[in-house]
């Protein structure tokens, strides 16, 4: 993947996470130019495959896929910046990311976006969380 790529996904992105809406301003580490579908799994460098991911979405991550809705127990696959809609699927309250749906829930645990340090850091940011 070359630099103007990586420079396309994070322009694409505003500079923000595509999983839990970070924006780079907060983090002194460069947030990761991430394969949606890893390549493990057949996933390509196509610009519909690649997202902007901070550093804790993307370590959670990894190369899954999937995970267990922890409503349904079901096997549900996890949010798709290029495909799915960030405000159909979460919603932000007091700092705490809530997914709106299987889809959405999955991702928050398997992505853990609710661990302790990150609600403290959303708390602080959230009345210019959306702020373009
Ligand atoms: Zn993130």
């Known amino acids: 993947m070359d630099a103007k790529t990586r420079s396309a996904v994070r322009t694409q992105a505003n500079d923000r996470c595509e999983y839990c809406r970070i924006h780079q301003r907060y983090y002194r580490f460069t947030f990761h130019v991430e394969h949606i579908v890893a390549k493990q799994h057949r996933g390509t460098d196509a610009d519909d495959n690649l997202a902007l991911a901070c550093h804790y979405c993307n370590r959670h991550k990894g190369p899954n ?21 960030w405000k159909s699927h979460f919603s932000l309250q007091n ?3 809530t997914g709106l749906c299987d889809i959405g ?14 609600i403290r850091l959303r708390v602080l940011l959230e009345p210019e969380f959306f702020v373009q």
Do not use: C, Q, W, Y
């Open 105 to 118: 829930r999955t991702t928050v645990e398997v992505l853990n976006m609710n661990a302790p340090e990150r």
């Open 95 to 97: 700092g705490r990311i």
């Open 65 to 85: 896929l999937a995970g267990i809705d922890p409503s349904s127990d079901k096997l549900t696959r996890l949010f798709h910046p290029r495909t799915d809609s």
